[in-house]
């Protein structure tokens, strides 16, 4: 099949790559350059991808006003969307005859949204997945054609799942457009009655909040590694927080009180009397390190209360 592949960050690079494999890429989108650090303008993953391999690429401030003549003279049989970044109209969804389908990271009608992987590492989810849905005007409300389960590893970071995420979404859709191109695909409408949505992370869940329990505040920084991290302060600077695992030892202290600090472990407080160990942190204008390094040149001081 002719395909249009609309996709932005690095989550869609594997499923373009194996689409690529055995059909026809007549067109990739995806969002218009940013303007980075020091004004430097940088190109999206899927983007590079493309302009690796000789893709046909087009970027559109919004696509459902500048793209839709575009679209249709590529006359693609169905058009693919991963983590694209703009919603399309109603004749946008309408160019293809197959339409558009699109790879959502998790097992739908849970978590739709924005931010499906993250959440499933903040809620402390066991077990996730890709679903491959046929879209509708509704977010993420369309028919299911297929879903891939996978488990969330214990201590795994937003980071490393959704690496794994994006290679099962490569070979989902795959077969998801093997069996629409044969006729064999089955769309299962939404039971909405289950539905649960998650929005973007916002810079205030960023910080750690001491005051909550530890399993929370460990899943909220494996939600956030590696970008943006989550962070405290202590003595009026920020510390980013990479890695934290459950004390084995019994402490008393306030939420967010250092109560261990030696050459090897940094212990903190949390609000349901449980302390964390920090692993991976990174302090103002320095590198991020280990714990050890880290305490190596540098010691909080005992009773201090983070915040």
Not at 258 to 276: H, P, Q, R, Y
Request: glycine share 8%.
């Amino acid at each position: 099949m002719k395909v249009v592949f609309l996709g932005t960050p690095d989550f869609g690079v594997p499923a373009l790559k194996k689409i690529m494999e055995s059909h026809q890429v007549v067109g990739v989108v995806c969002q218009p350059d940013k303007v980075g650090a020091r004004g430097k303008v940088e190109f999206s993953a899927v983007k590079k991808f493309a302009l690796e391999h000789g893709l046909p690429l087009f970027q559109f401030e919004k696509i459902s006003r500048d793209g839709v003549n575009c679209l249709k003279s590529l006359a693609p049989d169905i058009m693919v969307t991963a983590a694209y970044g703009q919603i399309l109209s109603q004749e946008v969804i309408d160019i293809a005859p197959h339409g558009i389908i699109n790879i959502h990271g998790s097992l739908l009608p849970k978590l739709r949204g924005a931010a499906p992987i993250q959440y499933a590492v903040l809620l402390g989810l066991n077990k996730t997945g890709i679903t491959i849905l046929n879209t509708v005007r509704k977010v993420d409300a369309g028919e299911i054609i297929l879903q891939k389960k996978l488990d969330v590893l214990p201590y795994e970071t937003n980071g490393e799942l959704f690496e794994r995420m994006s290679q099962l979404g490569a070979d989902a859709v795959v077969e998801a457009l093997h069996l629409i191109e044969t006729g064999k695909a089955v769309y299962t409408p939404q039971v909405e009655e289950d539905a649960t949505f998650c929005s973007k992370i916002t810079a205030e869940q960023e910080r750690i909040d001491w005051s909550k329990p530890s399993g929370e505040i460990i899943n909220l920084v494996r939600a956030l590694n590696p970008s943006p991290a989550a962070w405290t302060e202590v003595d009026g600077k920020r510390l980013k927080v990479y890695a934290l695992r459950p004390s084995e030892k019994d402490y008393q202290g306030v939420a967010g009180e250092v109560v261990e600090c030696g050459k090897k472990t940094l212990s903190i407080m949390c609000g349901d009397g449980k302390a964390v160990n920090v692993i991976e942190l990174q302090a103002e204008n320095a590198r991020k390190m280990d714990i050890v390094s880290f305490l190596n040149g540098r010691k909080i001081a005992i009773h201090a209360v983070l915040k």
